[in-house]
Nanobody
């Protein structure tokens, strides 16, 4: 049974930081491409960042230079360090696992977590 569980969301003032975590179970996260997505109310789900076991990363233009994606194979956990947060970063954040190489398209991912809310004011 594959499970992805996000944590670390919360409320923060603009300019602040948060670190999201995604604990994977039921599959070996390092064998997949892992990614973070977000979805604001009334908006489509958008890709934020992705990474693979080989190290390369891919970021949406809107978060480049502010967000960092990283994975810990030993802990089977994915992270998203978010700095210099802006009100427009407010959304539900989801982690996902799939076979798409560094894709930021939701259709490339098979496994999804339930999400963690990030609110920036």
């Amino acid at each position: 049974h594959v499970q992805l569980v996000e944590s670390g969301g919360g409320s923060v003032q603009a300019g602040g930081s948060l670190r999201l975590s995604c604990a994977a179970s039921g599959f070996t996260a390092s064998r997949y491409c892992l990614a973070w997505f977000r979805q604001a109310p009334g908006m489509e789900r958008e890709g934020v960042a992705s990474t693979t076991k080989f190290g390369p990363t891919n970021y949406a233009d809107s978060v480049k230079g502010r967000f960092t994606i990283a994975s810990d194979s030993a802990k089977n956990t994915l992270y998203l360090q978010m700095n210099s947060l802006k009100p427009e970063d407010t959304a539900m954040y989801y982690c996902a696992g799939g076979s798409g190489v560094l894709s930021l398209r939701p259709s490339a991912y098979k496994y999804w977590g339930q999400g963690t809310q990030v609110t920036v004011s």
